[in-house]
């Protein structure tokens, strides 16, 4: 994957939630994150194709939404705590809910 793609994906997703891109430069593997944020620590990730089924789950999520619900896929791996599962939610829903400064909805 070219170098500009996930440059350009980091500073869309610093821009969407009020952050700032972190250059590599001088930059060591988990010392800094992507984006600088006031709330969050923001590390991105940009590949040719996200899972199908992580698509889908979001997909049943939303299907599923009743009012005002934040549609979320919670992702547990067999036999792991349930601490470390992971909770998945689209970029704009979670920029409509949180905002760039962390005020709930």
Do not use: N
């Amino acid at each position: 994957m070219a170098d500009k793609l996930w440059k350009a994906s980091e500073r869309a997703i610093a821009g969407r939630i009020g952050g700032e891109r972190v250059p590599i430069t001088g930059r060591q593997r988990g010392s800094v994150p992507d984006v600088k944020h006031q709330w969050l620590s923001v590390e991105c990730k940009c590949r040719q194709l996200i899972p199908m089924w992580l698509k889908e789950a979001l997909a049943q999520a939303h299907a599923a939404v009743r009012g005002e619900q934040l549609p979320v896929a919670i992702l547990h791996e067999a036999g792991q705590r349930h601490d470390d599962d992971i909770v998945c939610v689209k970029l704009a829903e979670f920029v409509e809910w949180f905002g760039h400064d962390g005020r709930w909805r």
